[in-house]
T-cell receptor
Framework: TQLLEQSPQFLSIQEGENLTVYCNSSSVFSSLQWYRQEPGEGPVLLVTVVTGGEVKKLKRLTFQFGDARKDSSLHITAAQPGDTGLYLCAGGFNDYKLSFGAGTTVTVRA | DTGVSQDPRHKITKRGQNVTFRCDPISEHNRLYWYRQTLGQGPEFLTYFQNEAQLEKSRLLSDRFSAERPKGSFSTLEIQRTEQGDSAMYLC????????????FGQGTRLTVV
């Protein structure tokens, strides 16, 4: 059982459209991270958020951590085919262990 | 390339055989983790090392699994008497001291048990 629920499970959009994926939990996390994973590869760290209400921007990607530190969202503006991949959120319980969601598979069609 | 390195990338083995995977972390990282990922799921925590000490083992790590990190550098994960249910991607990650939960992952070892 994974403590983090990600939605939607799959998302397919046209190049240039915007998208948002969500990560929710009933647990409070000390930190939350977003990773992107391509088939056959390991996850690549995109961002870490630690403060409730925090918003971080990474080019066309905007990450938000909920005020209660139980949920997060990832918004991509003007998606490109290179954004295609599995987006994973992971919550930190202590200073080393991560609990991952099952991920959202994003496909951006050219 | 100074990222986390895992070897082999792919392993096909017959049920009942033993397999061993190796992980070389980023050189200045003293913390090392093993995760397992099955199709359609996110990675699941298996074990954690700080330097050479194994500080936590998940209940997912049955007695057929053993992990070591001699001298606090590279790590090995051994699976004895493999079963079909062991088929998965085995991911190694490392973190610097006082780096919180940020983990840098290797490319993984894909294990297929036939």
């Amino acid at each position: 059982t994974q403590l983090l629920e990600q939605s939607p499970q799959f998302l397919s959009i046209q190049e240039g459209e915007n998208l948002t994926v969500y990560c929710n939990s009933s647990s409070v996390f000390s930190s939350l991270q977003w990773y992107r994973q391509e088939p056959g590869e390991g996850p690549v760290l995109l961002v870490t958020v630690v403060t409730g209400g925090e918003v971080k921007k990474l080019k066309r990607l905007t990450f938000q951590f909920g005020d209660a530190r139980k949920d997060s969202s990832l918004h991509i503006t003007a998606a490109q085919p290179g954004d295609t991949g599995l987006y994973l959120c992971a919550g930190g319980f202590n200073d080393y262990k991560l609990s991952f969601g099952a991920g959202t598979t994003v496909t951006v069609r050219a | 390339d100074t990222g986390v390195s895992q070897d082999p990338r792919h392993k096909i083995t017959k049920r009942g055989q033993n397999v061993t995977f190796r992980c070389d972390p980023i050189s200045e990282h003293n913390r090392l983790y093993w995760y397992r990922q099955t199709l359609g799921q996110g990675p699941e925590f298996l074990t954690y090392f700080q330097n050479e000490a194994q500080l936590e083992k998940s209940r997912l790590l049955s007695d057929r699994f053993s992990a070591e990190r001699p001298k606090g550098s590279f790590s090995t994960l051994e699976i004895q008497r493999t079963e079909q249910g062991d088929s998965a991607m085995y991911l190694c990650a490392s973190s610097p001291p006082r780096g919180g939960t940020e983990a840098f992952f290797g490319q993984g070892t894909r294990l297929t048990v036939v």
